[in-house]
């Protein structure tokens, strides 16, 4: 699942960077949990928990079954 998360990330990855942002993958649990950093203007965005959970999630769950959340850290 972890490259399947990593290759959908990539997909979406010149969004972020058109708004000055950007997304690492940290890690992907067993449990469908996608724990990601935000980047650059989206690090400490007030936008930022929107962008994660009607962008990046919802993008994560259509594109890669068992996705159940997506969380920020750092």
């Known amino acids: 699942m ?19 942002g950007d997304v690492e993958l940290v890690e992907v649990t067993d449990e ?8 650059g203007a989206c690090h400490g965005c007030p936008m930022s ?3 994660l959970k009607m962008g990046i999630q919802k993008y ?3 594109e890669v079954p068992g996705v159940k959340d997506v969380v ?3």
């Open 49 to 51: 928990q929107m962008t």
């Open 32 to 39: 469908g949990i996608v724990k990601v950093k935000l980047l």
């Open 2 to 20: 972890k490259e399947k998360v990593r290759n959908a990330l990539e997909r979406i990855r010149p969004n972020l960077q058109s708004d000055g």
């Open 72 to 74: 920020s850290i750092g």
């Open 60 to 62: 994560l769950q259509k």
